[in-house]
């Protein structure tokens, strides 16, 4: 399609909020800036209060909240007539896009926008966070549906924007071509790097000033983020790691599990919990180091924003965290003895060399201000052309 865009329209579905969902507000901030002349659409279903509420922000973006009912097999459903199908084409066709951009954590979530654009011979990219397969994340029907996304859906897509190497090479495996594949890493805006005065920070989370103290932040999701994991290292290495608080921040499904299996161990003293806030900073500041004993992850904010505060993050070796934390700060996935020793290990010793690299390194990838540029090189490789 050798025509000059100007209309991208951004697609999904999705009914949570997450660091993807904000990454596509970023992207989009970044190419309005850069392409004043674009013409930016969002589609996204109406009951995503967050998104709504986020698309709300940006000035120059033109909504459109549909009414979707979306479910676990909808990337089977969508491949009939759907009814989310026909409102979504209806739509489509009265915004006239050049291109579409569907925003999916992975290949099955906002598969409906590949789909709509094919029928509608429309020049299609998949923004993807998560390109491993199914049965790696622990999903359910996982080798079916694997199968289905290997047949189908990794065939949609005219370009595929990955935030990873790591996830570049996930897409590999699922037979996506090399030159169909762009890597455009994350951002985190310096605006929002805010730190506060420590001794503020611990007394406003109610901390002691002389603890050491390591945050596991995010949903609580034990399946994806470890939370579990996290409480069997504390109770099996009491008194290897008795000098530590680990503070919980965030909400999610699995919090009250999470809860009950602190009071089972008498971990009260040892492991605490505070609500999701949006003044993170003053969480950063407060903390000595972050853990993430994640069983699957992109290139996860909380390691992006925690590197930029200069803290330490214990985590587990995959992925984003693998491709971008030093190797001394990472334990083998699963690894409850290991997580124990590295957290032991890095809060004891003297952290300021590798701290400084990393903080370094991460201003120079996550803070760079050619995210817009790099977005529409993705683009117009689909055959698209971008105005200037």
Not at 7 to 23: C, Q, R, S
Request: proline share 3%; charged share 20%; hydrophobic share 45%.
């Amino acid at each position: 399609m050798a025509k000059t865009t100007k209309k991208i329209l951004f697609y999904n579905d999705v009914a949570g909020f997450g660091g993807h969902e904000l990454m596509s507000f970023e992207i989009i901030n970044a190419i309005i800036a850069t392409y004043p002349d674009l013409e930016i659409h969002y589609l996204y279903a109406e009951d995503n209060e967050q998104l709504h509420k986020q698309a709300l922000t940006i000035e120059k973006l033109k909504r459109h909240p549909l009414s979707l009912h979306v479910h676990r097999f909808s990337f089977l459903t969508n491949l009939i007539a759907s009814r989310n199908a026909q409102t979504v084409s209806a739509k489509v066709r009265q915004i006239t896009p050049d291109c579409i951009v569907a925003v999916q954590g992975t290949i099955d979530i906002s598969s409906l926008g590949l789909l709509v654009a094919w029928r509608e011979k429309i020049p299609v990219v998949t923004y993807i966070a998560l390109a491993q397969k199914l049965r790696v994340l622990g999903v359910g029907q996982a080798t079916f549906r694997d199968f289905v996304y290997r047949l189908l859906y990794y065939h949609l897509p005219d370009r595929f924007i990955a935030i990873s190497n790591a996830q570049k090479d996930y897409l590999l495996v699922n037979k996506v071509p090399e030159d169909k594949v762009a890597v455009v890493q994350n951002i985190v805006r310096r605006d929002t790097i805010c730190r506060h005065d420590r001794a503020t920070a611990r007394r406003q989370m109610g901390l002691g000033s002389e603890i050491t103290v390591v945050g596991l932040i995010g949903r609580v999701v034990s399946a994806h983020k470890g939370h579990d994991l996290l409480v069997q290292a504390v109770a099996r290495h009491q008194h290897l790691l008795k000098d530590i608080v680990f503070v919980v921040v965030g909400d999610g499904p699995d919090l009250a599990h999470i809860k009950q299996q602190v009071s089972r161990h008498a971990l009260h003293a040892r492991i605490i919990f505070m609500p999701w806030t949006e003044q993170v900073g003053w969480i950063y500041s407060a903390l000595d180091g972050i853990v993430m004993p994640s069983n699957h992850e992109g290139v996860p904010l909380v390691m992006i924003e925690a590197g930029l505060y200069g803290i330490p993050v214990i985590a587990s070796a995959i992925d984003g965290m693998k491709e971008y934390l030093p190797s001394g700060w990472l334990f083998a996935r699963g690894d409850i003895d290991g997580m124990a020793y590295r957290i032991l290990e890095v809060m004891s010793h003297e952290q300021c060399r590798q701290i400084d690299w990393v903080k370094e390194s991460f201003e120079r990838i996550f803070q760079r201000r050619t995210l817009g540029q790099e977005i529409v090189a993705a683009l117009t490789l689909t055959h698209v052309k971008a105005t200037t």
